[in-house]
């Protein structure tokens, strides 16, 4: 993998070796090539940190909402210098960063323009799941019939986005991507129709709270949406930050608010007549490629922790496949000497590369 895809997942024991890659990466262009720049949890100039579809998956002809979280050394800007296109250029087998790197041009055949700023509309390809998923490409005249992309850990299946900002004379590229619908590849018809019964798309994670610690003494850290003022702490202090987010049922049943597997609208039409998933872990069915069955998961959730000062234990933390009932990670943060405001952001990303963060500020005092 490329450096822009560990520096995180290498600080974090709890993380997968087999969770895929990160939610984005992003490039520096030197010349006519990208350079993959390191990240780190300090946030000294502009940069993207996440970047979110909605909904998180969604299937060939549907419309997605692509937002990014772009931060500096002031907060969150609210207008950022970002141009979006969705790239239709299907990476090689031998290509180990998360699109083609045909994609990181300002224009392009390939490229389909979104328009510009935090968030865009765009709509998946018809042909998406041939282009990027399990369903054979087409044959280009005069060479052999190319073979399905491979998927993730999860069975999932990705549209790309290419991002580019422009910023102190400064061309930055990073993606984005959303999860396809698509049926898993090597499956019976059974199989697939089984799938379909009981597949529920990603829902996005979402942060309920985030909570500041010392020693036995809890403080709620208010979003920034919130009017309230910021958590103090003092010079140097060093404290634990929790951040906790949305349980998932582990069961599916009925009047949970969540239609799940082994729910319809027949069956349960007070939570799949409105179908939608879980802010959290979700459980889902995948295709195993080792057994050729379907079978039960459940997601694990990484935390990733970003401030303008201070420091952080590790930059990202998180919970496993195996931890179905933990619904909060932990990370300790040592205040600046300097008194003033930091900027936190915590990004929480599932298995299955859905996205949710929340924006805070925090009071370093003399």
């Known amino acids: 993998m490329v450096k822009a895809q560990t520096h995180e997942g290498c600080a974090v024991a709890l993380a997968a070796i087999g969770r895929a890659m990160l939610r984005f990466a992003t490039v520096a262009s030197v010349g006519c090539k990208p350079d993959f720049d390191d990240r780190t949890a300090l946030v000294e100039g502009p940069r993207i940190l996440a970047v979110q579809s909605t909904p998180a ?6 419309q997605v909402s692509l937002r990014a979280l772009y931060a500096d050394s002031t907060g969150t800007p609210a207008d950022p210098p970002i141009d979006w296109a969705l790239c239709r250029e299907r990476k090689p087998l031998t290509e180990l960063g998360p699109i083609h790197p045909a994609c990181f041009a300002a224009s392009s055949p390939e490229l389909v323009p979104l328009g510009a700023g935090a968030e865009v509309v765009g709509t998946v390809f018809p042909d998406a799941c041939r282009l990027f998923g399990p369903n054979p490409p087409e044959a280009k005249k005069g060479e052999p019939a190319g073979r399905p992309v491979d998927p993730d850990l999860t069975g999932g299946f990705y549209l790309p ?47 309920e709270r985030l909570v500041l610690s010392r020693g036995s003494h809890e403080e709620a850290v208010a979003p920034l949406s919130a009017a309230e003022p910021p958590v103090r702490v003092g010079s140097g202090e060093t404290v634990t930050l929790r951040v906790s987010w949305t349980p998932c049922p582990t069961e599916s049943a009925c009047g949970d608010g969540i239609c799940g597997a082994a729910e319809e609208t027949a069956t349960c039409a007070e939570d799949c007549a409105d179908p939608h998933g879980c802010a959290g ?24 922790w970003y401030a303008t000062a201070g420091t952080f234990d590790i930059g990202a933390t998180g919970t496993t496949e195996a931890d179905v009932n933990i619904t909060a990670s932990s990370n300790g943060w040592s205040a600046p000497i300097a008194p003033g405001i930091v900027h936190v952001w915590v990004v929480l990303r599932d298995d299955r590369h859905g996205v949710g963060w929340q924006s805070y500020d925090v009071e370093v005092e003399p």
């Open 281 to 304: 872990a979700e459980p889902y069915v995948a295709f195993d490629p080792l057994t050729l069955e379907l079978s039960d998961r459940h997601e694990g959730i990484r935390a990733s």
């Open 57 to 62: 998956e969604a299937g060939p002809g549907a």
């Open 161 to 207: 986005a290419r991002l580019l900002v422009v910023a102190h004379d400064r061309e930055t590229y990073a993606t984005g991507q959303t999860r396809l619908a698509c049926d898993p590849g090597r499956v019976t018809p059974e199989q697939a129709r089984e799938f379909r019964r009981r597949y529920r798309p990603n829902e996005n994670p979402a942060i």
